[in-house]
């Protein structure tokens, strides 16, 4: 699952996402919005606190999970 459908499906705020983990909201929405991509560091801890439900995969590749 990739990210941004994490957070809708949630109904959690990325500024609220990215405050609780400690990353910037800043760098949360150029990641969400494809200006940047996230580092593996993050991604490993996205994946953690989503309990798996998006993966580092889903994160480092997000154009390859796109329908």
Known sequence: MLLKDYLKEK???????????????????NFLSGKSRIGKDWALVIEEVTGGEVTVYNMLWPEAFVD
């Not at 109904?11 to 929405?29: D, E």
């Open 11 to 29: 109904k959690i705020k990325p500024y609220v996402f990215a405050n609780s983990i400690g990353l910037t909201p800043s760098t949360l929405y």
